[in-house]
């Protein structure tokens, strides 16, 4: 008979996430989760498997975070919130575990972790299409191309949290956030 979890898996996934985040993939060691997140190796292992599966999850679990735009009514407002809060302006984190993970892994970003990063940019890519149709259908915004813009803001909020671990001020960082953001802003009527 097996003992029953000591554990809460949604915590230890996000403590996992705290320490990916922070020391990237490759730095941190099965000891160092194991003290961090309170749990033995056995423990770890028979719950999460690996220490690459584990990551995997952490990044699913990542994936299902709820972004301000993904309401089914976000629109001009949520875009601008999008832009002026979050992982870049988290003085801890100062990116998001995707700009991280991209980075770290480099050219070498393959299978499952290649899989869940695609995931995520389709992900705000979506977000973004949907508020840009409801900022146009509200009058927000005149027309444009919402398929080529969703792409631009995707790319722009990636680059702001790549400029956040840069050690670019908040000040500076909504700065180039409002520029983004006036690309937009310039067709607005």
Same mark, same amino acid.
């Given at each position: 008979?097996?003992?029953?979890?000591?554990?809460?898996?949604?915590?230890?996934?996000?403590?996992?996430?705290?320490?990916?985040?922070?020391?990237?993939?490759?730095?941190?060691?099965?000891?160092?989760?194991?003290?961090?997140?309170?749990?033995?190796?056995?423990?770890?292992?028979?719950?999460?498997?690996?220490?690459?599966?584990?990551?995997?999850?952490?990044?699913?679990?990542?994936?299902?975070?709820?972004?301000?735009?993904?309401?089914?009514? %976000? !629109?001009?407002?949520? *875009?601008?919130? &999008?832009?002026? $809060? #979050?992982?870049?302006?988290? @003085?801890?984190?100062?990116?998001?575990?995707?700009?991280?993970?991209?980075?770290?892994?480099?050219?070498?970003?393959?299978?499952?972790?290649?899989?869940?990063?695609?995931?995520?940019?389709?992900?705000?890519?979506?977000?973004?299409?949907?508020?840009?149709?409801?900022?146009?259908?509200?009058?927000?915004?005149?027309?444009?191309?919402?398929?080529?813009?969703?792409?631009?803001?995707? %790319? !722009?909020?990636?680059? *702001?949290?790549? &400029?956040?671990? $840069? #050690?670019?001020?908040?000040? @500076?960082?909504?700065?180039?956030?409002?520029?983004?953001?006036?690309?937009?802003?310039?067709?607005?009527?």
């Amino acid at each position: 008979m097996t003992r029953p979890k000591q554990f809460d898996e949604q915590e230890v996934l996000s403590l996992a996430g705290d320490i990916f985040w922070r020391q990237g993939y490759s730095n941190t060691s099965l000891t160092q989760l194991e003290k961090h997140l309170g749990i033995g190796r056995k423990s770890l292992y028979d719950t999460f498997g690996d220490k690459q599966k584990l990551f995997l999850r952490v990044l699913d679990n990542y994936l299902m975070t709820p972004y301000p735009i993904a309401s089914e009514s %976000a !629109s001009w407002p949520e *875009l601008q919130a &999008m832009f002026h $809060g #979050g992982p870049p302006y988290d @003085e801890k984190y100062r990116a998001c575990l995707f700009v991280n993970t991209i980075q770290e892994f480099g050219m070498d970003l393959e299978g499952e972790v290649k899989k869940r990063i695609k995931q995520h940019l389709q992900r705000l890519d979506r977000c973004f299409s949907r508020a840009l149709e409801n900022a146009r259908k509200n009058n927000q915004i005149a027309e444009v191309d919402i398929s080529l813009m969703a792409k631009y803001l995707t %790319a !722009s909020l990636q680059s *702001l949290s790549i &400029m956040s671990k $840069g #050690g670019c001020s908040h000040e @500076e960082l909504h700065a180039i956030a409002d520029t983004a953001l006036s690309v937009i802003e310039e067709i607005v009527i």
